[in-house]
Nanobody
Framework: QVQIVESGGGLVQPGGSLRLSCAARGNLFRLSVMGWYRQAPGKQREKVAI???????NIADSVKGRFTISRDNPKNTVTLQMNSLKPEDTAVYYCNVQERATIYWGQGTQVTVSS
């Protein structure tokens, strides 16, 4: 059984920083793509940032220059460093992990940017 465990959400003021972490646990062969998506109230889920096992990244234009994604392959973890946060970054953030043809989602962690 595979578990996707997220941590690091919370409330932060505009301009602040948060760090989201995600660990994939269980009987996993090899994870190809790991990343983060988000969903704000009334909006569709959107990709924030993804990273391949080789380290190639794809960052959404809306967060480029502010967010950084990294991963630790042996530990099956992925981290999203979020700086210069804006109110429009408020959303539930979901970790996404792909193993072969299977996609796993975390339960989501709330990020609220507000003064």
């Amino acid at each position: 059984q595979v578990q996707i465990v997220e941590s690091g959400g919370g409330l932060v003021q505009p301009g602040g920083s948060l760090r989201l972490s995600c660990a994939a646990r269980g009987n996993l062969f090899r994870l190809s793509v790991m990343g983060w998506y988000r969903q704000a109230p009334g909006k569709q889920r959107e990709k924030v940032a993804i990273i391949t096992s080789g380290g190639s990244t794809n960052i959404a234009d809306s967060v480029k220059g502010r967010f950084t994604i990294s991963r630790d392959n042996p530990k099956n973890t992925v981290t999203l460093q979020m700086n210069s946060l804006k109110p429009e970054d408020t959303a539930v953030y979901y970790c996404n992990v792909q193993e072969r043809a299977t996609i796993y989602w975390g339960q989501g962690t709330q990020v609220t940017v507000s003064s």
